[in-house]
């Protein structure tokens, strides 16, 4: 009889401790309720790390243990949304027994929770706010000449708006362009002393702005400068031309609005005629002497083939040669019309 009673004991002895490894151990209080607050200032471009996240809690029961950012980069990239493991340890003889409804968050959004260690920890991994919306710092705003504004580019942005102010006023609208440069020619229309702002625009949402950046110093126009900008610049822009090159290319065409005769680009010669046409892929006769210019409208020097002949035009000046020894090496000659004499 004693070895039944012997027995039954030691089953019920077995039974409490297989109860205690199943159920939190007996507490001084159980914690049902987290609340953390979450300060982040993570910066696009810099190492990744928990030294710039900050996670703190006004509850008693528990303590923050550890913070660890879970995102494998080695920086932070505008398309990350860091990711943390916060570990939470119970004191004072504490469990938790938390839902997830009851994580209540300022800072950071709800990934994932559990309780580990006989329930005295919480591991939490948290969601911070996407770095999407993040722009790079507009720097180094200055006046590349008197009418062209550079900065240095941004990251993360679709375009850069810009405005212009004359004597501490704005003067015309805020512009928008691509380019990490804008021509302001077109709206400097009278003397004064000129200073403009530019802000990047977020390539995701493109009400996020950034802060207006302005130029480290103005640019001082006289009348004199000014009547000449009104000369050269139209105003208002013409439809169409939103891009700084777009205007280098009108500005090249007004430049030439009142000038005739031979025109030098570079190494490259054109004629522009009185009534403001040229010719391309033929010849001309000016003053006499007879030229040649391609398809684009520039003069072309050389032999050149036409109509089964070949004429030749000379280097220096440009003009056809006639009745002559042309200076190709070959002996060579042109007669009267310029055309190429075959030897025999």
Partial sequence: MKSIRKAVFVL???????????????????????????EADLKVGEIAGERNISVTTDDSGYEIRRVEVLNENERWAYYDVPRILVELEAVDGNVFLVEKSSVRLRGAEYDYGRTVDDFTRYLLVLRLPSLRDQMGNVEDVRWESATTGRWTPSYNMSSYEVRLFVDGKQTGSIYSTKESSFDFGS????????????????ASDSRIKGPWEEASSDSRLDEAAAEQLRLIYPNPVPEGVTEPGQMEELKAALAYKDRYGWIQEGDRWWYR??????????????????????????????WIDWGEKSYYCD??????????????????????????IPMG
């Avoid at 002895?13 to 979450?38: D, F, K, M, Q």
């Avoid at 229309?189 to 990047?200: D, E, I, L, T």
């Avoid at 220096?316 to 007669?335: A, C, F, I, K, N």
């Fill in 187 to 202: 709206y400097m229309r009278k003397a004064g002393s000129y200073r403009f702002q530019v802000r990047a625009v977020n």
């Fill in 12 to 38: 019920l002895a077995a039974a409490v401790c297989l109860w205690r490894t199943e159920t939190p151990a007996r507490a001084e209080e159980v914690i049902t309720r987290i609340s953390l607050t979450v």
């Fill in 273 to 302: 005629n009185e009534d403001g046409s040229y010719t391309a892929g033929n010849w001309q006769l000016i003053d006499d002497k007879w030229y040649y210019f391609d398809s684009d409208g520039y003069m072309v020097t050389g």
């Fill in 315 to 340: 280097p220096e000046s440009g003009q056809m040669l006639v009745s002559t020894l042309v200076p190709d090496g070959l002996g060579r000659r042109v007669d009267s019309t310029g055309a190429m």
